[in-house]
């Protein structure tokens, strides 16, 4: 079971990144694919997720600014007009019926 996530990096405010998150060796019962954040000090929260059926959520931090996709065993996070507040470390998670499985993180940091 891998997951493995790509993308994050440096930018500044108002720039966008798309992070890339591919799963292997869990193909099956995926219920669902998602990105969630974790700022220092502050609890790990959902940003965005996206089901089995294609409905997707978003943190109202994000709404009209990030997307996400999902392609078989992988999910992208399209992320337009980044604020500093958006800095953090970003996991991808692959939520199956009874397991979650998460990756090691990528740093997304929005300088201003």
């Known amino acids: 079971v891998q997951v493995v996530e790509s993308g994050g990096g440096l930018v500044q405010v108002g720039g966008s990144l798309r992070l890339s998150c591919a799963a292997s060796?869990?193909?099956?019962?995926?219920?669902?694919m998602g990105w969630y954040r974790q700022a220092p000090g502050k609890q790990r929260e959902l940003v965005a997720s996206?089901?089995?059926?294609?409905s997707v959520t978003y943190a109202d931090s994000v709404k009209g600014r990030f997307t996400i996709s999902r392609d078989k065993n992988s999910v992208y996070l399209q992320m337009n007009s980044l604020k500093p507040e958006d800095t953090a470390v970003y996991y991808c998670?692959?939520?199956?019926?009874?397991?979650?499985?998460w990756g090691q993180g990528t740093q997304v940091t929005v300088s201003s």
């Open positions: 060796g869990i193909i099956f019962g995926i219920r669902a």
């Open positions: 998670n692959v939520h199956k019926s009874l397991d979650d499985y």
């Open positions: 996206i089901n089995s059926s294609g």
